[in-house]
């Protein structure tokens, strides 16, 4: 039996692994996504390569330890690739695709073994097959899951795993799942900061079913060990946070989280309303959530227990619904966050179809359904939700409002970038100070000190007590902190030399001015720096770099008498 067993789930394995790499295939060769991940994984492999160059948790070689980063477990796994690989973009996107395999294949053992529709009103429908159809239906799914090569691909399938494990854990031995589970709550909690919240409403989860069975003195001693993996846990974090980086929580927290809770709360409610309303299937998911949520709670309060863990399906998925709102949501397009829990949305949805709408269907209705019915009925929900996908395939071709082509293309663009100012400034004993507001890809390519003015790898403007108030998770530049650092460039990019125009209305509008809060326009600003575009006349090449240079730089660079500088008045 357990030899069939393992046999069934290595098969499922290895099917939603072909559909993985089937839709991977599709979606990098209709949006031409390229593998080296977006803007932001590009930050991960930055540390990854200082980490397996021996440099330690650094953004700069040479400079303070920071963690940019909001994965611990994920950055050390992209510094295994890139320790062992010549090609370590396509190993983590291989690294990617096993994990979220394996996450989806537990999910599918589970719906097989407890939200299979064997009989009842909907004895038709073929969960396993709905489950992967409103799923790989999805692009937003599969490219933020497994293309970007962010944490994402790791923890949709911590968070997915753990929630199959609490919801049948009245069916596993209890010796087995605290095991299993302990080990979750450990690795949820080195991959993400959130993991706080959920690793305690999964221990509460646990806690609930084994109340079924158990006392509260019983209930409470079978999850002390998970309890005890828990405290541990964040206590050995967080002394290795405040040992190593001085700090408790990552970096990333304190240059993106507002210190204003009712800010963060506006924005993270208009955050999940916008992804309710987004898609017809994500609404049918929430409304089901919602159905479910209240019939559990209704069952609890009647019988005063828990009858199967199943029920606990709605509150996991409200869970992961709530938390973005009191982080303020996300600035990237498609509701990264709650992508992650999707796979959680349907079977919270498959769980109101089997076991709870059923028993708000009259026995009449049930009755008139046959199994050819059904089957024309399956067929017709596949077809449907594919067809409802449609408009989002479409827009995701337009590169409009998900953002994931700027995504790429920025990562390309800087790397491109970086490459090209190591040679522009190849003869200086130094390479200038460079401040970015993107500092994934300009950074894994240039080897001088970039200096990131978001935030995100700066512990000085991470910390300056601003109101991160405008763009969510970029809004911690503050003007006093940028003349503190005094970089000396800002934001310089590539541009062809024979096509280039300097545009002054383009340059006051521009998206980096804005994220700048219009430094470009302040008189300190301006008596400090100069627009110029600069030329290496020692370089055969047809490009150039423009951008905002220190006057003192500048004088440095104009008496080396190797560099063709052009000035432009910006009022």
């Known amino acids: 039996m357990n030899c069939l067993r393992r046999r069934s789930f290595v098969i499922k394995y290895l099917i939603i692994f072909a559909l993985i790499c089937l839709f991977v295939l599709i979606n990098t060769q209709r949006f031409k ?57 396509l190993l983590l996107l291989l690294i990617s695709g096993i994990l979220v395999s394996l996450g989806l294949a537990v999910a599918l053992t589970y719906i097989e073994s407890a939200l299979f529709f ?5 004895k038709f429908l073929n969960s396993p097959v709905i489950f992967l159809a409103l799923l790989f239906s999805m692009p937003a799914y599969v490219i933020w899951i497994v293309i970007t090569l962010m944490d ?92 190593y980086f001085g700090y408790p929580l990552p970096n990333t927290f304190y240059a993106k989280v507002s210190p204003s809770i009712f800010y ?72 990264r966050f709650y992508q992650m829990i999707y796979p959680i949305l349907l079977l919270c949805l498959l769980y109101g179809i089997k076991h709870v709408f059923p ?92 200096i990131d003015l978001l935030g995100l790898n700066n512990t000085r403007m991470a910390h300056n007590r601003g109101k991160r108030l405008g763009r969510k998770g970029h809004a911690a530049f503050e003007k006093a902190t940028f003349y503190e650092l005094k970089p000396d460039v800002v934001c310089p990019h590539l541009v062809r030399r024979a096509t280039w125009q300097y545009n002054e209305k383009q340059l006051r509008e521009s998206r980096t001015n804005m994220y700048l809060k219009n430094i470009y326009g302040d008189k300190e600003y301006q008596k400090q720096y100069v627009f110029v575009k600069i030329e290496n006349q020692k370089m055969d090449d047809s490009r150039a770099i423009v951008g905002w240079f220190s006057k003192e730089f500048l004088s440095y660079l104009a008496g080396t008498k190797s560099f063709q500088i052009e000035m432009y008045e910006y009022h």
């Not at 064997?118 to 909907?122: M, N």
């Not at 479409?394 to 953002?403: A, T």
Request: with cysteine.
């Open 264 to 335: 963060d709360l506006a924005q993270g409610s208009l955050y999940l309303a916008g992804y309710i309303i987004s898609n017809p299937i994500i609404a049918i998911c929430i409304l089901a959530v919602l159905f479910t949520a209240v019939d559990s709670i209704l069952g609890i309060y009647r019988k005063k227990k828990i009858e199967d863990g199943r029920m606990l399906l709605p509150f996991f998925a409200v869970t992961g619904l709530v938390i973005p709102v009191f982080w303020g949501g996300d600035h990237f397009g498609s509701y």
């Open 33 to 89: 996504f390229p593998f080296i991940g977006i803007e932001d994984a590009n930050i991960f492999f930055v540390y990854a390569m200082n980490i397996a160059g021996g440099h330690g948790f650094v953004y700069n070689i040479g400079g303070e330890r920071v963690e940019g980063f909001t994965s611990l477990l994920w950055v050390l796994i992209c510094a295994f690739a890139f320790k062992i690989s010549a090609y370590p973009e």
């Open 359 to 450: 028993r708000y269907i009259p026995q009449g209705w049930q009755a008139k359904f046959t199994i050819r019915q059904g089957r024309i009925a399956l067929c017709l929900v596949v077809l449907m939700a594919f067809i409802a996908q449609a408009f989002h395939w479409i827009y995701f071709e337009r590169g409009s409002e998900l953002g994931f082509a700027h995504q790429f293309s920025l990562a390309e663009a800087g790397r491109r970038d970086g490459d090209f100012m190591m040679r522009l400034f190849s003869r200086l004993p130094r390479y200038p100070r460079i401040g970015y507001i993107t500092a994934g890809g300009h950074k894994y390519s240039y080897q001088g000190e970039i």
């Open 152 to 243: 994402t691909a790791i923890w949709s399938t911590l968070l997915l795993m753990t929630t199959v494990v609490v919801v049948q854990a009245h069916s596993i031995s209890m010796k087995k799942t605290n095991i299993i589970f302990s080990g979750l709550l450990i690795l949820l909690l080195i991959t993400r900061p959130e993991a706080l919240l959920w690793d305690a409403v999964f221990i509460l989860g646990l806690f609930a079913v084994r109340l079924s069975n158990h006392r509260w003195v019983g209930a409470l001693k079978s999850v002390w060990l998970p309890i005890a993996f828990y405290v541990v846990t964040i206590g050995g974090l967080t002394l290795f946070r405040l040992k």
């Open 118 to 122: 064997r009989s009842g009103a909907f």
